[in-house]
């Protein structure tokens, strides 16, 4: 290997490990909002309120979302460029329609009278949805990185798969909180 | 795919190898808007300083109110019409005094100089590397600490003033309006500069703990690493894993503050005559989730003073380190059981008996580690013949403030003493010694031992001894006598004490005690005074003024960008000491073994 491709491995490799790093710290951040949910929870004056129906389907959107980055991800590998470039298109228009739905989501709750300070639940609800959804702005900007890199002529694969490695980390690590902060508010 | 895996063997030479060939970047980009490492890390110590005399300006206010509490101090009703408005201080100024003393000396001064600053500048030298891992990322973590110091010292000028709900910010105090005048804006200001400050605390340690995985020299693996860096990686671990729920609290004081919710605010509350319309929330889940990052945030602040003075002892007593590997190994052990050790702040917060006894248990716990450092301190220097320079005397002053402040630590620890002693000045004699005076010391220390290879020039030793003592010892009596003044009960936090008859015989103790920091902030003088004629007139420093052995002494002072103009190819560990080599009766870490 010679010295240049040693640096990228280098590069690659930093990469991957700062974003290990950032996502440890939002998780100790979905950590605290979680252990104050459950602390929080024991309050007498808790009283759960309504979560629209339309989470359900923001979920399956967020995993579509996910599937579709995949296939572009495995297309590209395979160097068949116009499927890696669709998917990608897929999955960044699934991540804006989750963002939609889950605005969509908050002005139902709105509509029906569900404020922040509502109760400690909606409190909860909207702070922990919020602080995700600002993670998903960010995870977006990253996916149209990589799906820019995928829609540009003269591509490296192997830079290509680095970048995008990434990226599907990143989107499927907020899927995942996602599930578990959904699961969280909807039966505890 | 990648072949390498972090954290494992350092790299072959190709990946820290010479430094490319770039253009000369302009002034702006060299000294302003810097990716350089060494310049970041100045620009954190300069600003850390200037912080610090901000930090001291307060101490002094607040030395002058419990030393004088009825004297009119007419010049200063000039300069502070509102919080002095008679010449003596009001209740309120002096909260927002005492929060914006603490809040700057741990998050921009120590954090600043000793952590990010010294961090920076160290780590990759030490490692030997070019420069962090993530060198924009590191110049934007700069800007960002910068921004949140401004918007700190900022919060004075808003309506309401400052801050005034302490350092650790408890609601109701801290989230309610009405509650106190630096409740109003000056709280909200704090909230967001400590977000901006914990943005950057997060970058900045990110690219610590990724400098030393992934770009260590050849022939560098981690059980050769100076103890400096393994003090500088585990306090980054910590950062990176305590600071989030502190971002998470804030968010949620923000809106308990400004948009009705009631995590932290209980029903019933009262303030200003009023009922609030608050329902079921818990001020001591602030407690936790504040003391969760507290704790940590303490070994974030004295790792590195330990790591540093461990640095500096060798250096002087031309000898070993005594016991590196279980010294590392404590380092280890100390991150981990830092970070279940936070409820020792809540003693008194009613918590159950059995809560109590974990707390008390694991926090014992942690001091044997921690004594073992200490004890493996005090060992290196058994049977040296010191060399006393300024910088090793500030590190004996490290290990003699660790020691006396650690022995209070284990009054604290325990519960049942805790409860007598909690929230009097035996605690306020605990931290300073502990976090101000061991990050202090070891500042300073850090600053004289690295000073010529920051600046290519060596600070005044006479100065500096002077400083020393200026230092030392008034510290030493203020914080030692707080211990015993904690001891007669007095509580921290009050603005005078002159209405408690049991207190009046402590009168002439405060006095004493305001004196010793009037001295000790005028030895400061002599430290400033110090640097500016050494950095312009300062005898020139060779590339090893110390007869040193880490990585940094092998390039010239300052360094050149890029750092090494060779790969540097590590033969050795980093205390070398006590052999004979052409150099003399060290070895620094490049040069081959006789074996090899």
Redesign the interface.
């Known amino acids: 290997?010679?010295?240049l491709a040693?640096?990228i491995?280098?590069r690659?490799?930093?990469m991957?490990?700062?974003l290990w790093?950032?996502l440890?710290?939002?998780t100790?951040?979905f950590?605290?909002?979680t252990?104050?949910y459950i602390?929080?929870r024991s309050?007498?004056?808790?009283r759960h309120v309504a979560l629209p129906p339309i989470l359900w389907l923001n979920t399956l959107v967020l995993g579509a979302s996910s599937v579709t980055l995949e296939i572009a991800s495995r297309a590209g590998l395979e160097r068949r460029w116009r499927a890696a470039g669709g998917g990608f298109a897929a999955a960044l228009v699934l991540g804006f329609g989750f963002l939609a739905g889950q605005i969509g989501a908050w002005r139902q709750m709105v509509a029906e009278g569900v404020y922040?300070?509502s109760s400690?639940h909606s409190?909860f609800f909207y702070?922990m949805t919020g602080?995700h959804a600002l993670h998903v702005v960010a995870a977006l900007a990253v996916l149209l990185w990589s799906a820019a890199a995928t829609w540009s002529a003269g591509r490296d694969v192997?830079a290509w798969?680095?970048q995008v490695g990434l990226c599907r980390t990143f989107w499927h690590y907020l899927g995942g909180v996602w599930v578990f902060l959904f699961a969280l508010v909807s039966l505890y | 795919m990648s072949t390498h895996v972090l954290g494992g063997p350092p790299r072959s030479p190709h990946n820290v190898g010479p430094a490319p060939v770039e253009h000369e970047p302009g002034f702006i980009r060299r000294y302003v808007f810097s990716t350089d490492h060494k310049i970041i890390g100045i620009q954190y110590i300069l600003t850390g300083l200037v912080m610090a005399i901000a930090g001291a300006a307060l101490a002094t206010l607040i030395r002058l109110q419990l030393g004088w509490p009825e004297h009119h101090w007419l010049w200063l009703s000039r300069l502070l019409p509102v919080g002095m408005p008679s010449g003596v201080m009001t209740p309120e100024f002096y909260l927002a005094v005492v929060t914006m003393h603490g809040t700057i000396m741990v998050f921009f001064f120590v954090s600043f100089v000793l952590v990010s600053g010294f961090g920076n500048y160290l780590v990759p030298l030490q490692v030997g590397a070019r420069d962090m891992a993530f060198p924009f990322l590191n110049m934007l973590s700069y800007w960002i600490a910068l921004l949140s110091a401004v918007t700190m010292l900022a919060s004075f000028l808003v309506e309401g003033g400052a801050a005034a709900a302490g350092w650790t910010a408890y609601p109701p105090l801290s989230a309610v309006a009405a509650a106190v005048p630096g409740s109003q804006m000056g709280q909200t200001v704090w909230l967001l500069s400590m977000a901006l400050f914990i943005a950057s605390f997060t970058m900045s340690g990110l690219n610590i703990v990724a400098t030393v995985f992934s770009v260590r020299a050849p022939g560098l693996s981690m059980m050769r690493l100076p103890l400096t860096v393994w003090s500088y990686f585990i306090a980054s671990i910590l950062g990176l894993l305590a600071f989030p729920p502190l971002t998470a609290a804030a968010v949620m004081l923000l809106l308990d503050r400004h948009f009705g919710t009631s995590f932290f605010l209980p029903s019933g509350l009262i303030i200003a005559n009023k009922v609030l319309p608050n329902t079921g929330g818990s001020p001591l889940l602030w407690q936790h989730l504040f003391w969760f990052l507290g704790h940590p945030e303490v070994y974030v602040l004295i790792l590195p003073a330990l790591g540093i003075a461990c640095d500096i002892l060798p250096a002087f007593t031309r000898k070993p380190v005594f016991g590196y590997r279980i010294s590392v190994w404590c380092l280890v052990a100390v991150g981990c059981l830092s970070m279940i050790v936070w409820g020792h702040h809540m003693f008194v917060s009613g918590m159950s008996p059995f809560s109590g006894e974990y707390f008390s248990l694991v926090t014992l716990t942690i001091t044997v580690p921690m004594t073992i450092f200490g004890v493996n301190m005090l060992a290196s220097l058994w049977g040296a013949k010191l060399q006393l320079t300024t910088a090793m005397l500030f590190s004996l002053g490290v290990i003699a403030l660790f020691g006396s402040g650690g022995l209070g630590g284990l009054f604290l620890g325990n519960a049942t003493a805790d409860m007598q002693l909690h929230d009097t000045y035996f605690v306020v004699g605990h931290f300073h010694m502990m976090i101000g005076g061991v990050t202090l010391l070891a500042t300073f220390g850090a600053i004289y031992f690295w000073f010529p290879k920051m600046f290519g020039r060596m600070m005044n030793e006479t100065l500096g001894k002077l400083h020393f003592w200026f230092t030392f010892a008034p510290f030493f009596l203020i914080f030692f006598m707080q211990h015993f003044l904690g001891l007669q009960g007095a509580p921290r936090r009050y603005y005078a004490f002159t209405a408690f008859d049991y207190l009046q015989k402590t009168r002439g103790q405060n006095l004493v005690i305001s004196i010793a920091a009037m001295v000790l902030i005028s030895g400061q003088f002599l430290f400033l005074v110090n640097f500016v004629w050494s950095l312009f007139r300062g005898h020139r420093a060779a590339a090893n003024p110390w007869h040193a052995t880490t990585l940094e002494w092998t390039v010239a002072s300052p360094p050149p960008h890029g750092n090494f103009d060779a790969v540097p190819v590590v033969q050795r560990w980093a205390y070398e000491y006590g052999v004979q080599t052409i150099d003399g009766d060290f070895a620094v870490q490049t040069v081959p073994s006789v074996s090899a």
Not at chain 1, 43 to 46: A, E, F, L, N
């Open positions: 290997m010679n010295a040693d640096d491995t280098l690659e490799d930093q991957r490990l700062g790093m950032f440890a710290t939002v100790m951040l950590a605290a909002f252990s104050a602390v929080r309050g007498s004056d808790w922040l300070p400690p409190s702070m602080a192997r798969d680095a």
